[in-house]
């Protein structure tokens, strides 16, 4: 059995299109914010962490719909469709009324600003988990792992491309001394490259086709499926895979609290304890990031050689050692080292060997039915972590100290660790494999 990458690169171009959407979201908007319409930091720090409550709800709310979704091109194919136009539709608007406010300065504007904002959250809401559903929906459960590594290439290629038009045309030279920036050609492209990557989708990946061949191998397999048929007929999970279901679940909010809360105040954790500036500091997260981008597809094929369980232990023990590292070397020193470098890219490492592998440990629990469901609950329970971990963390740090940081951090992937050691299903087929086949990959 061999994974398609073709076919998976072009299921990616959906997430890849969804990544550079909330890069250009999370850099642009606040500056907006701040600087056009003059909100402080509470206020906008409160409009940028609502996409992380609306996901809450509408993440599962529409992965569970698309599950019942049956259409000529598929169930997760129209919510692509529609939710990408609409999205790019929206989001052309908020350069528009930035543009228009920097010139009359009518209030009225930081309300329809704010509503539109709010409408793009609902709109991308409603697309997310059918979007990351349709590789697991087509991918045979073997191998998920390493499908999820090239979608995860995919996404972060998405927010590398932003990066660069971003570094190109809005560098300090090009916007110095400006009174107002503006950010249309930017929203632009970045539409441009969304409505690409749904053309790809829409024109190269035939959902219909591959769901049917996906059913015709499920039904040649039918021990990958853990459901249990009831009484009244219904299909159910044990209780013994709801339990690993509850613990994984629980390991994906522990694990991005543990994460989270590092990605967010680091920056203004290095700025205070080492005096760093931003551009220094952020070069720490940049290279956890690269040091993830390279361990993507090997992180997938150790899941096949080892099982997913054990590469996501080993990617929390990386972590474990990391964050202890950090925090012993804090205690020994007030300077900043070359030496945390190193650090980072065992954080990164870590990181990819746990996200590459946990979002295929889930899904594998549900029938093929409940894909979009499940895949929303997972995204639920990081969302919730990710909303919650900034406000905590932060608040330790301003209330006790700045040095709770990584005590913090380690003792969430330390809890991590104790609840992913109690799941016993999910896992993929271990295989052996010797020379070039242990790659596994065919186009």
């Not at 769901?211 to 299909?235: F, I, Q, V, W």
């Amino acid at each position: 059995m061999k994974l398609n990458t073709n076919q998976t690169i072009r299921i990616g171009f959906a997430f890849l299109s969804i990544c550079a959407f909330w890069q250009l979201y999370n850099n642009v908007v606040p500056l907006i914010l701040t600087n056009t319409f003059h909100l402080n930091e509470t206020y906008s720090g409160m409009i940028m962490a609502a996409d992380n409550v609306l996901a809450l709800f509408l993440l599962p709310l529409f992965g569970s719909i698309s599950d019942r979704t049956n259409t000529r091109m598929g169930r997760r194919k129209p919510f692509i469709l529609f939710g990408t136009i609409a999205a790019v539709c929206a989001m052309l608007l908020l350069p528009l009324i930035d543009n228009l406010y920097a010139g009359t300065h009518n209030q009225v504007l930081t309300g329809i600003f704010i509503a539109v904002l709010a409408l793009i959250l609902i709109i991308m809401g409603t697309y997310r988990s059918p979007a990351v559903a349709l590789m697991p929906d087509v991918t045979p459960k073997p191998l998920r792992s390493r499908a999820n590594a090239v979608i995860n290439l995919m996404g972060a290629l998405g927010g590398i491309i932003y990066l660069i038009i971003a570094t190109l045309l809005y560098s300090e030279k090009r916007t110095a001394g400006l009174d107002h920036v503006n950010y249309f050609l930017l929203f632009a492209i970045v539409a441009g490259i969304m409505l690409l990557s749904l053309a790809i989708v829409m024109f190269t990946v035939d959902e219909v086709a591959l769901s049917a061949k996906m059913r015709e191998y499920e039904a040649a397999h039918p021990e990958e499926n853990l459901a249990e048929t009831d009484e009244s007929g219904h299909e159910a999970l044990p209780a013994d895979v709801k339990k690993s279901l509850g613990f994984i679940l629980v390991s994906v909010s522990l694990w991005f609290i543990s994460y989270n809360a590092v990605e967010t105040w680091f920056t203004t954790y290095a700025s205070r304890q080492w005096n760093m500036a931003l551009g220094s500091s952020s070069l720490c997260l940049t290279i956890a990031t690269v040091g993830a981008i390279i361990t993507y597809i090997p992180a997938g094929a150790m899941a096949g050689k080892i099982g997913r369980k054990k590469t996501i232990l080993g990617g929390i023990v990386l972590m474990i050692a990391a964050f202890a590292l950090i925090f012993i070397y804090t205690l020994l020193s007030n300077q900043f080292s070359p030496i945390l470098y190193v650090i980072f890219v065992m954080i990164g490492v870590g990181w990819a060997a746990i996200n590459v592998n946990s979002l295929p440990m889930v899904v594998e629990m549900c029938k093929g039915s409940d894909i979009g469901k499940f895949t929303g609950t997972y995204y639920t329970f990081s969302m919730a972590a990710q909303t919650v971990t900034p406000i905590v963390a932060g608040w330790l740090m301003n209330h006790v100290s700045y040095g709770t940081l990584f005590p913090y951090s380690l003792f969430f992937i330390t809890a991590a660790f104790l609840t992913m050691s109690m799941v016993k299903h999910g896992d993929s087929e271990v295989t052996v494999k010797k020379g070039l086949e242990a790659f596994d990959i065919d186009d």
